[in-house]
Each structure stands twice: as C-alpha cells, then as structure tokens.
T-cell receptor, first 109, second 115 residues
Framework: KNEVEQSPQNLTAQEGEFITINCSYS?????LHWLQQHPGGGIVSLFM???GKKKHGRLIATINIQEKHSSLHITASHPRDSAVYICAVRDNYGQNFVFGPGTRLSVLP | EAGVAQSPRYKIIEKRQSVAFWCNPISGHATLYWYQQILGQGPKLLIQFQNNGVVDDSQLPKDRFSAERLKGVDSTLKIQPAKLEDSAVYLCASSPIRTNTGELFFGEGSRLTVL
C-alpha cells in the first residue's frame, strides 16, 4: 500500500464545474502540501496545511488530521487549471516528503 | 526573489553515456533535494542535503548516480553510465530551514531522455 494515495487518477471536467481531488495518507505527518505541475513545467506549491482549511482565490484545501485525509477543491474551474495536482506529506521529523502519484485534471472549454 | 534554477532543461543521450545536472537553490535555503520523476508517477527522492552534508541518500543508485553540494549552495547530480530506465525528469527543490513547516520550492526540472 502506498503511503500517499490520491483519487481520482484522472479527471475531466467542463469549464465552470466544481472539482474535488482527494488525498489520503497512512503515516504521521507534520504538514501536507498540495502542488501543481503543468506539462513540461516545474512544480508550484499551492498550499501547505497542518490543520483546518486554507483558501486562495478559487482554490480551497482542507485537511482532517484524525482521518488522515485532505481535499483540494477548485471552484468555477477554467481550462488554465488543467495540470497534474500532487499531494505530498512531510513526515513527523520534518525532513522527508512523500509524494502521491498525482491527479491529472483536464478542464474543457 | 529568484527561484530554484536548474540546467539543462532538456538532455538526450545514448545509454552508457554520462550526464550532469546543475541546481542553484533559492538564496539562503539550507536544504536541497534531488527528485526523479518518471512519467505518470510522483517525484521520488534521490538525495537530500542539509547545507553541504547528506541527510538521506538511501534511494540513490550509488553504482551510477552521484551528487555533491560542495559549498552548501549549488549542487550537481551525475549519472554515469546512463541506462534506458533513467529517462525521467530530475527535479531540484529547496527548503528554507530545517523545520517541519518549511515550504518546498521546485525548479523547472531537467528532462533526460536515454536512447
């Protein structure tokens, strides 16, 4: 069993739809990161969470520490949101990151 | 603030040849990571430096991969000799300080194709 799992693996949505990507993990963590990777591009950090909820523009990230689960929501999705979204957790010692496999999102106009 | 710089962006080599990648982290970032990302997978840690010391290189294939960060700033990752399965994007990332809440900043990556 992978330490960090994401669902769905692939997601296609129509422009304007509300999108949810899920992440579950099995290890103790000090923080959880949501990352965005565009084709051919580097990785950009969207959120770093250790509890509760954060919002940035149309993006919302939540985490439930007890259930070891996090969600990334995109409201009013747009084609420019098309990318791979990666969940990564930082272990309790704060040194190592474990990455999920990513969710490939395509938003169609 | 300048981001994490990596070069080259793309490299195509034949198997058994050697290749080197360079990374310059964000100024002042003590921790530097090299990750290998194979198409369709999440990044896999190859090596982690804290200043110029190695913190974790347990997943680095040491028979062919080597990395150094001599002055605690920029770093190089070398593969010699390359194999077909080394085709991947090599990502460098840095983090400001050794805490459990530091953010992670990635470079654009170096895409390696081994023919």
């Amino acid at each position: 069993k992978n330490e960090v799992e994401q669902s769905p693996q692939n997601l296609t949505a129509q422009e304007g739809e509300f999108i949810t990507i899920n992440c579950s993990y099995s290890v103790g963590i000090s923080a959880l990161h949501w990352l965005q990777q565009h084709p051919g591009g580097g990785i950009v950090s969207l959120f770093m969470l250790s509890s509760g909820k954060k919002k940035h523009g149309r993006l919302i990230a939540t985490i439930n520490i007890q259930e070891k689960h996090s969600s990334l929501h995109i409201t009013a999705s747009h084609p420019r949101d098309s990318a791979v979204y990666i969940c990564a957790v930082r272990d309790n010692y704060g040194q190592n990151f474990v990455f999920g496999p990513g969710t490939r999102l395509s938003v169609l106009p | 603030e300048a981001g994490v710089a990596q070069s080259p962006r793309y490299k195509i080599i034949e198997k058994r040849q050697s290749v080197a990648f360079w990374c310059n982290p964000i100024s002042g970032h003590a921790t530097l990571y090299w990750y290998q990302q194979i198409l369709g997978q999440g990044p896999k840690l190859l090596i982690q430096f804290q200043n110029n010391g190695v913190v974790d290189d347990s997943q680095l294939p040491k028979d062919r991969f080597s990395a150094e960060r001599l002055k605690g700033v920029d770093s190089t990752l070398k593969i010699q000799p390359a194999k077909l399965e080394d085709s991947a994007v090599y990502l460098c990332a840095s983090s400001p300080i050794r805490t459990n809440t530091g953010e992670l900043f990635f470079g654009e990556g170096s895409r390696l194709t081994v023919l």
